[in-house]
């Protein structure tokens, strides 16, 4: 026999207090500041808790990254295979650029501990699986061929904003995320992703 979870009851209100703390300890004090007293003391939650679930920081941000696939976000549909990555594309870069970015900060912060690298696998995987839709209406409206490779595509598309931002640092500015869908638009016009 198995007992029911109550949703919303002290052990999410736990996770969430503690969530909250990384996140913010981890924008006030970066990757290197982060620590499981921190985040125990801004949560106020106890420590020992902290570590009983958690166990280290890199649990934490495993966790912070799991809590990011429990949302019920999909792509919006704007008409076009392009018009879909574009809006894609602005997401990412809206996500991960400025001083503060909180999605920067995690994935920075996720090659520090093998469990949060996973997590951030993972988290990836779920999010362009949710953007499989995409390519499916490009092929349905007759913008991309039947067998084209969806995770190929979407990453033809996104990785030059991730690659600018993450690896070399810089800035990002709309014309890049347009352009960089734009290409990824043509070319699975003409089967590149098969």
């Known amino acids: 026999m198995s007992i029911a979870r109550r949703p919303g009851g002290r052990t999410a209100r736990t996770r969430t207090a503690v969530l909250a703390a990384v996140e913010a300890?981890?924008?006030?004090?970066?990757v290197d500041g982060l620590t499981v007293d921190g985040v125990a003391e801004r949560s106020g939650v106890h420590r020992a808790t902290v570590y009983r679930r958690w166990h280290d920081v890199g649990g934490l941000l495993a966790d912070a990254l799991a809590a990011g696939r429990e949302d019920?976000?999909?792509?919006?549909?704007?008409?076009?295979?392009a018009a879909d990555l574009v809006a894609l594309n602005r997401d990412v870069v809206e996500h991960l650029a400025g001083e503060?970015?909180?999605?920067?900060?995690?994935?920075?912060?996720?090659?520090?501990?093998?469990?949060?690298?996973?997590?951030?696998?993972?988290?990836?995987?779920?999010?362009?699986?949710?953007?499989?839709?995409?390519?499916?209406r490009a092929v349905a409206r007759g913008e991309a061929p039947a067998d084209t490779d969806a995770r190929r595509l979407l990453v033809a598309a996104t990785a030059p904003l991730y690659h600018e931002i993450l690896l070399l640092g810089g800035t990002v500015d709309d014309a890049l995320a347009v352009r960089c869908a734009t290409d990824a638009a043509r070319a699975a016009a003409t089967g590149v992703y098969t």
């Open 72 to 81: 019920d976000w999909q792509p919006a549909d704007h008409g076009s295979l």
């Open 100 to 136: 503060r970015s909180l999605s920067r900060a995690l994935i920075i912060a996720s090659y520090r501990s093998p469990a949060a690298a996973a997590a951030l696998r993972e988290f990836l995987d779920d999010r362009y699986r949710r953007c499989e839709v995409v390519v499916a």
């Open 25 to 30: 300890e981890l924008l006030d004090h970066g």
